[in-house]
């Protein structure tokens, strides 16, 4: 009789934490006065759609339960539950105050079960909650990647990126901690954005740069062309309606003193960079006298991607694989003079950061050797396509890179360095699960990233 009694008072704590407790209005919650989810919280209780203890408390910093979140998701929605269902769950009683509403969202493809298991008392990460939340309304997936520590192989990579595009989840320093338990309140303010596009967060922004030769983002697609005449042109095609708009051409680009008669702002094998609202171009910025010390130079422009305010942020340099994650910008010096893509020779290289400027607040992040290699843009002249470095290759949070003892990966997260295999690499690319790196004799290996 005990056990029962302390099953059903159990029972009645967690409806209380979902489904509101009438007595009690949000505004006299106890500890939600100067909470920063003060606003959402009312606007739920106000709804009837969760509610406080009966102690007087909401318990806003509490993890929220599985079966917790899909009372307040079946109230949101004014879902009506399911009648007569057959579903069964083995950790679920049929008598439970939870099993309807459970088998309602089981049913819905809302909040689904693992073998029989619905795990109505698991704590909610933050990955579920995404999933759950965009099926629930019904918002697109999203291959985009936003938060520095979501990478595609994560099960809820489109279900993070997408509500994070619809505004309703943002992250902490580029961060969205997927693993992290949702609280009370973070499931609050999470589903006060998903239901009123009022409450919603003021824009989206992402973490993580795109770059190739081609890029997509937003519906768009960003590459390089030549025109009638056969200058080069960047080209921003919407990817709906097949028109496109030329954002710049080469000859358009304002020459500085840095630059030599050799430049080349734009041409087939340029790899540029799309960070939210602008394009960072590297270009080759022409030779140097051997008494400058320096044989070559490369260079960044940026704009933004309506093609409007167009200037060079950093000449003359030396960076090579640059690309932008987490507000900064990345890349390695240029080390010793490039050598063809057949040719091979190890060279100490460092990895540097800098502020979006990209030079202020300088940090050396690695020190480590790879193969200077690179393809050439014109083998009598000797010219390398774009100053990037075959051997070195960023996916997301992760630099990749091969010499002559095997190919390493590199984490911007933990800092660590792990050794993939003994393979001799004379190029790599990337799939969202996979580094296929092609070895010196022309085979290609598929390596689990």
Same mark, same amino acid.
């Given at each position: 009789?005990?056990?029962?009694?302390?099953?059903?008072?159990?029972?009645?704590?967690?409806?209380?934490?979902?489904?509101? !407790?009438?007595?009690?209005?949000?505004?006299? !919650?106890? &500890?939600?006065?100067?909470?920063?989810?003060?606003?959402?919280?009312? @606007?739920?209780?106000?709804?009837?759609?969760?509610?406080?203890?009966?102690?007087g408390t909401f318990k806003p910093n509490e993890p929220i339960t599985r079966s917790q979140a899909a009372s307040m998701l079946i109230k949101a929605l004014k879902m009506p539950l399911a009648e007569n269902t057959s579903v069964a769950f083995k950790d679920?009683?049929? =008598?439970?105050?939870?099993?309807?509403?459970?088998?309602?969202?089981?049913?819905?493809?809302?909040?689904?079960?693992?073998?029989?298991?619905?795990?109505?008392?698991?704590?909610?990460?933050?990955?579920?909650?995404?999933?759950?939340?965009?099926?629930?309304?019904?918002?697109? #997936?999203?291959?985009?990647?936003? !938060?520095?520590?979501?990478?595609?192989?994560?099960?809820? @990579?489109?279900?993070?990126?997408?509500?994070?595009?619809?505004?309703?989840?943002?992250? /902490?320093?580029?961060?969205?901690?997927? %693993? &992290?338990?949702?609280?009370?309140?973070?499931?609050?303010?999470?589903?006060?954005?998903?239901?009123?596009?009022?409450?919603?967060?003021?824009?989206?922004r992402s973490y993580v740069s795109t770059k190739g030769k081609t890029v997509e983002q937003d519906g768009f697609t960003y590459f390089i062309d030549l025109d009638e005449v056969g200058y080069s042109e960047l080209i921003k095609k919407n990817m709906a309606?097949?028109?496109?708009?030329?954002?710049l051409k080469s000859k358009d680009v304002p020459i500085s003193s840095w630059d030599y008669s050799s430049a080349l702002y734009l041409f087939s094998d340029t790899r540029f960079i799309v960070y939210n609202e602008e394009i960072f171009i590297p270009y080759?910025?022409?030779?140097?006298?051997?008494?400058?010390?320096?044989?070559?130079?490369?260079?960044?422009?940026?704009?933004?991607?309506?093609?409007?305010?167009?200037?060079?942020?950093?000449?003359?340099?030396?960076? %090579?694989?640059?690309?932008?994650?987490?507000?900064?910008?990345?890349?390695?010096?240029?080390?010793?003079?490039?050598?063809?893509?057949?040719?091979?020779? &190890?060279?100490?290289?460092?990895?540097?950061?800098?502020?979006?400027?990209? /030079?202020?607040?300088?940090?050396?992040? !690695?020190? +480590?050797?790879?193969?200077?290699?690179?393809?050439? +843009?014109?083998?009598?002249?000797?010219?390398?396509?774009?100053?990037?470095? #075959?051997?070195?290759?960023?996916?997301? %949070?992760?630099?990749?890179?091969?010499? =002559?003892?095997?190919? +390493? =990966?590199?984490? #911007?997260?933990?800092?660590?360095?792990?050794?993939?295999?003994?393979?001799?690499?004379?190029?790599?690319?990337?799939?969202?699960?996979?580094?296929?790196?092609?070895?010196?004799?022309? =085979?290609?290996? %598929?390596?689990?990233?």
């Amino acid at each position: 009789m005990k056990s029962k009694l302390t099953a059903v008072l159990t029972a009645l704590l967690l409806i209380f934490a979902a489904i509101p !407790f009438q007595a009690q209005a949000a505004t006299q !919650f106890s &500890d939600v006065g100067k909470h920063w989810a003060k606003n959402e919280i009312i @606007y739920l209780s106000d709804r009837n759609i969760i509610g406080g203890y009966p102690d007087g408390t909401f318990k806003p910093n509490e993890p929220i339960t599985r079966s917790q979140a899909a009372s307040m998701l079946i109230k949101a929605l004014k879902m009506p539950l399911a009648e007569n269902t057959s579903v069964a769950f083995k950790d679920v009683s049929k =008598k439970s105050p939870y099993y309807q509403i459970l088998a309602t969202v089981n049913e819905k493809g809302i909040l689904r079960g693992d073998n029989g298991y619905m795990r109505p008392g698991e704590k909610t990460s933050r990955a579920q909650m995404a999933a759950i939340l965009r099926r629930a309304f019904d918002m697109p #997936l999203d291959k985009q990647a936003t !938060f520095i520590d979501v990478t595609p192989s994560h099960w809820a @990579y489109q279900d993070i990126n997408g509500i994070a595009k619809q505004r309703v989840a943002g992250g /902490s320093n580029g961060k969205y901690m997927p %693993s &992290d338990s949702v609280t009370r309140a973070q499931f609050s303010a999470f589903l006060v954005r998903a239901m009123d596009d009022k409450m919603k967060l003021s824009s989206y922004r992402s973490y993580v740069s795109t770059k190739g030769k081609t890029v997509e983002q937003d519906g768009f697609t960003y590459f390089i062309d030549l025109d009638e005449v056969g200058y080069s042109e960047l080209i921003k095609k919407n990817m709906a309606t097949d028109k496109r708009e030329v954002l710049l051409k080469s000859k358009d680009v304002p020459i500085s003193s840095w630059d030599y008669s050799s430049a080349l702002y734009l041409f087939s094998d340029t790899r540029f960079i799309v960070y939210n609202e602008e394009i960072f171009i590297p270009y080759y910025s022409g030779g140097f006298h051997e008494a400058d010390e320096l044989p070559f130079a490369y260079a960044v422009m940026k704009m933004k991607i309506d093609g409007q305010d167009l200037v060079k942020m950093k000449e003359p340099s030396q960076m %090579s694989n640059m690309f932008v994650w987490n507000d900064r910008i990345f890349y390695t010096d240029m080390g010793p003079r490039a050598i063809g893509p057949d040719d091979f020779k &190890d060279s100490t290289l460092v990895f540097y950061s800098t502020a979006m400027d990209g /030079s202020s607040e300088k940090r050396k992040e !690695f020190t +480590f050797d790879a193969r200077a290699t690179f393809d050439l +843009f014109d083998v009598h002249r000797n010219r390398e396509a774009g100053g990037e470095f #075959l051997s070195v290759l960023h996916d997301h %949070s992760t630099m990749y890179y091969f010499n =002559k003892k095997g190919v +390493f =990966k590199y984490s #911007l997260l933990d800092k660590k360095t792990i050794k993939l295999s003994n393979i001799l690499g004379k190029r790599m690319e990337v799939t969202d699960t996979q580094l296929i790196v092609t070895d010196t004799k022309g =085979k290609k290996h %598929s390596l689990k990233k």
